[in-house]
Nanobody, 124 residues
């Protein structure tokens, strides 16, 4: 059974940092791309970043480039999202997702498996 479990969310002041973790199980990590998405109240789910660690391929949405960094620890089957210089507009529920056979994508429809989400709140 494929499982994705996010952790690391919380409340932080603007300019602060958080590191999100996505622990994956039930599939061969190297065969999958892992993406981070976020959804704020009243807004559509947005692709933030993705990684295909076996190929060293990463993608970022423009609004987080230079502030967020995605990485993976293949030995732990875990993907991280380091978020620096956080802004109030980064406030959302953050989800990780997995899909087989892609190098990565910021399109939510392409992902098959989803975690339960973790709340990130950035105060001004």
């Amino acid at each position: 059974e494929v499982q994705l479990v996010e952790s690391g969310g919380g409340l932080v002041q603007a300019g602060g940092s958080l590191r999100l973790s996505c622990a994956a199980s039930g599939f061969t990590f190297d065969d999958f791309a892992i993406g981070w998405f976020r959804q704020a109240p009243g807004k559509e789910r947005e692709g933030v970043s993705s990684i295909r660690s076996s190929e060293g391929i990463t993608y970022y949405t423009d609004s987080v480039k230079g502030r967020f960094t995605i990485s993976s620890d293949n030995a732990k089957n875990t993907v991280y999202l380091q978020m620096n210089s956080l802004r109030p507009e980064d406030t959302a529920v953050y989800y990780c997702a997995a899909v087989a056979g892609l190098d990565g994508s910021l399109m939510a429809l392409e992902y098959d498996y989803w975690g339960q989400g973790t709340q990130v709140t950035v105060s001004s």
